[in-house]
């Protein structure tokens, strides 16, 4: 029939971190409203992410440094939407978790303290791994 399937259960994991209970990156497209047709291409990328692994996705993975990377959700007369995730942290070959919400035009991160929240998320997480979820974000 020419549909690609992805498999029911995946292989691999994507979570967002939890701040009071809320998904922040949802939490965050909503309060910068973010345009649906780019949060679309966002949980497409996860989608092939959960069903094929980082290597699927690498072309829109930029490294942000201190054990960091944005997920470039790029379309034509988009708002480039970065959201800033780690590998793990629990299981670093078998899951991401979402910890900021970041911007990337021009090839630069916005806003710059982005990186600095999602190391502090990053520490908060490893002292109590409740404060994730693995869900959609559409």
Same mark, same amino acid.
């Given at each position: 029939?020419?549909?690609?399937?992805?498999?029911?259960?995946?292989?691999?994991r994507a979570?967002?971190?939890?701040?009071?209970g809320q998904n922040v990156i949802q939490e965050w497209m909503n309060e910068e409203a973010i345009p649906y047709p780019d949060q679309l291409v966002l949980q497409n990328l996860i989608d092939i992410y959960e069903a094929a692994g980082l290597g699927a996705i690498s072309?829109?993975?930029?490294?942000?440094?201190e054990g960091l990377c944005g997920l470039l959700a790029k379309r034509r007369d988009g708002v480039y939407?970065?959201?800033?995730?780690?590998?793990?942290?629990?299981?670093d070959e078998g899951e991401i978790t979402f910890l900021a919400g970041a911007f990337r035009p021009h090839k630069m991160l916005r806003p710059r303290y982005a990186p600095g /929240?999602?190391? @502090?998320?990053?520490?908060? /997480?490893?002292? @109590?791994?409740?404060?994730?979820?693995?869900e959609s974000i559409t």
């Amino acid at each position: 029939m020419g549909v690609i399937s992805f498999p029911y259960k995946p292989i691999y994991r994507a979570y967002f971190y939890l701040e009071a209970g809320q998904n922040v990156i949802q939490e965050w497209m909503n309060e910068e409203a973010i345009p649906y047709p780019d949060q679309l291409v966002l949980q497409n990328l996860i989608d092939i992410y959960e069903a094929a692994g980082l290597g699927a996705i690498s072309t829109y993975v930029v490294d942000v440094g201190e054990g960091l990377c944005g997920l470039l959700a790029k379309r034509r007369d988009g708002v480039y939407p970065c959201p800033l995730f780690c590998c793990g942290p629990f299981d670093d070959e078998g899951e991401i978790t979402f910890l900021a919400g970041a911007f990337r035009p021009h090839k630069m991160l916005r806003p710059r303290y982005a990186p600095g /929240l999602a190391q @502090d998320r990053l520490e908060i /997480l490893l002292k @109590d791994p409740t404060r994730r979820w693995h869900e959609s974000i559409t």
